[in-house]
């Protein structure tokens, strides 16, 4: 049975950071994407990074690349989000997902939602002067 369950969200400054954590289980990461996406009231599910390939890759939405961090920690069973230089409009709910079955010589060029079959409850990341 596989579960997902992140941690780490708060409410911080402009300008500030956060480490959102994933822990897994029953994910095999070799064969898997794992994923990183936010929701805002009012907006479309944003999918912001993936991972896949042991960790060797990676992908960033344009609205992340350069500030936000993705990365895996096998031994630990956990997928990491590092943010740093967090906006307003990062504020959203963080859900953690997972596509078991991703073939891993492939770039995704987006992240389309309805590819990963695992979804966590979310941590809340909120951004405000």
């Known amino acids: 049975q596989v579960q997902l369950v992140e941690s780490g969200g708060d409410s911080v400054q402009p300008g500030g950071s956060l480490r959102l954590s994933c822990a897994t289980s029953?994910?095999?990461?070799?064969?898997?994407?794992m994923g990183w996406f936010r929701q805002a009231p009012g907006k479309e599910r944003e999918g912001v990074a993936a991972?896949?390939?042991?960790?060797?890759?990676?992908y960033y939405a344009d609205s992340v690349k350069g500030r936000f961090t993705i990365s895996q920690d096998n031994a630990k069973n956990l997928v990491v989000l590092e943010m740093n230089s967090l906006k307003p409009e990062d504020t959203a709910m963080y859900h953690c997902?997972?596509?078991?079955?991703?073939?891993?010589?492939?770039?995704?060029?987006?992240?389309?939602?309805?590819?990963?079959?695992?979804w966590g409850q979310g941590t809340q990341v909120t951004v405000s002067s």
């Open positions: 991972v896949w390939d042991n960790g060797r890759k990676t």
């Open positions: 997902a997972a596509d078991p079955d991703w073939p891993q010589a492939i770039t995704p060029d987006w992240l389309d939602p309805n590819d990963f079959h695992y």
């Open positions: 029953g994910v095999t990461y070799t064969n898997s994407l």
